[in-house]
Nanobody, 114 residues
Framework: QVQVVESGGGLVQPGGSLRLSCVAS????????ISWYRQVPGKERELVAR???????KYGDSVKGRFSVSKDNAENTAYLQRNSLESEDSGIYYC????????WGRGTLVTVSP
């Protein structure tokens, strides 16, 4: 079993910065990929970014170039960084940890508003 906890969300002004954290605990030795997804009301959850155990990254088409994903293997933590936030970046950000199955966190809410 893997437990996944996101943090770092909150109310941020447009133009501000954001750094979300995803901490995986438990049986983390088999973690292959950590992914970040975003969901807004009325829309499906969409991929923002993912990072593999080897450090390879991939970004969703709608957010390419605007987010940066990284990880700290020693801390079993993945990060999602975004500068110059815009209102369209608002949503609930979920972390998914993939081993032989998927483990989801409960999400962290980001609201970009003046």
């Amino acid at each position: 079993q893997v437990q996944v906890v996101e943090s770092g969300g909150g109310l941020v002004q447009p133009g501000g910065s954001l750094r979300l954290s995803c901490v995986a605990s438990g049986s983390t030795s088999g973690v292959n990929v950590i992914s970040w997804y975003r969901q807004v009301p009325g829309k499906e959850r969409e991929l923002v970014a993912r990072i593999t155990a080897d450090g390879d990254t991939k970004y969703g088409d709608s957010v390419k170039g605007r987010f940066s994903v990284s990880k700290d293997n020693a801390e079993n933590t993945a990060y999602l960084q975004r500068n110059s936030l815009e209102s369209e970046d608002s949503g609930i950000y979920y972390c998914k940890v993939i081993t032989w199955r998927d483990y989801w966190g409960r999400g962290t809410l980001v609201t970009v508003s003046p």
